[in-house]
Antibody, heavy 119, light 109 residues
Framework: QVQLVQSGAEVKKPGASVKISCKAS????????IHWLRQAPGQGLEWMGL????????TYAQKFRGRVAMTRDTSTNTVYMEVTSLTSEDTAVYYC????????????WGQGTLVTVSS | EIVLTQSPGTLSLSPGERATLSCRAS???????LVWYQQKPGQAPRLLIY???SRATGISDRFSGSGSGTDFTLTINRLEPEDFAVYYC??????????FGQGTRLEIK
């Protein structure tokens, strides 16, 4: 079965960076996009961007361009997201999610990674 | 950017009743790209409906989606205790944007 397993919770200081991983299993990795989304405490879902594992290409939401980088390692079926220049407003649960090729929705999700930004 | 507005914000119903959740878009949405998710506390969202009206694998037929253009609806018949959760609509548009509504909380009355 499709599984996305994310790395554990992080606590960071303002101005720092965080790198989260998402390891995929149970399906052929390269044809399907991996997206990153986040959810601030008590808030809704926000799309951050996607990584195309086949060509290591990325697309970011305008809000996050220049501050977010998504990469992949096809040898371990893992996608990474690094967020730089963290502020308290980046405190959220970060999710990776799979988009089955060309469907434009998220059919499988990771368990979420809580990132807390606090001085 | 297309804005999705969900209503009501909170819906209080009893088990066995029918829930009707609305998702209204600021511009026309291609029905192919309108999706619904369910999220329970402490869990990741779960795909319910894609293409406005197609149920995802394993989703009960008590869940149905409908609508077109700017108005979409998620209907849940015969509410069961496990249905009480937050529901989000989501759309994709050609500007390569994936946007979500703010959610409807379905709570037990």
């Amino acid at each position: 079965q499709v599984q996305l397993v994310q790395s554990g919770a992080e606590v960071k200081k303002p101005g720092a960076s965080v790198k989260i991983s998402c390891k995929a299993s149970g399906y052929t990795f390269t044809p399907h996009y991996i997206h990153w989304l986040r959810q601030a405490p008590g808030q809704g879902l926000e799309w951050m961007g996607l990584c195309n594992p086949r060509g290591d290409t990325t697309t970011y939401a305008q809000k996050f361009r220049g501050r977010v980088a998504m990469t992949r390692d096809t040898s371990t079926n893992t996608v990474y997201m690094e967020v730089t220049s963290l502020t308290s407003e980046d405190t959220a649960v970060y999710y990776c999610a799979r988009e089955f090729s060309g469907t434009y929705y998220f059919d499988s999700w990771g368990q979420g990674t809580l990132v807390t930004v606090s001085s | 950017e297309i804005v999705l507005t969900q209503s009501p914000g909170t819906l209080s119903l009893s088990p066995g009743e029918r829930a009707t959740l609305s998702c209204r878009a600021s511009q026309t949405v291609n029905s192919k790209f309108l999706v619904w998710y369910q999220q329970k506390p402490g869990q990741a969202p779960r795909l319910l409906i894609y293409g406005a009206s197609s149920r995802a694998t394993g989703i009960s037929d008590r869940f149905s989606g409908s609508g077109s253009g700017t108005d979409f609806t998620l209907t849940i018949n015969r509410l069961e205790p496990e249905d009480f959760a937050v529901y989000y609509c989501q759309q994709y548009d050609n500007s390569f944007l994936y946007t979500f509504g703010q959610g409807t909380r379905l709570e037990i009355k």
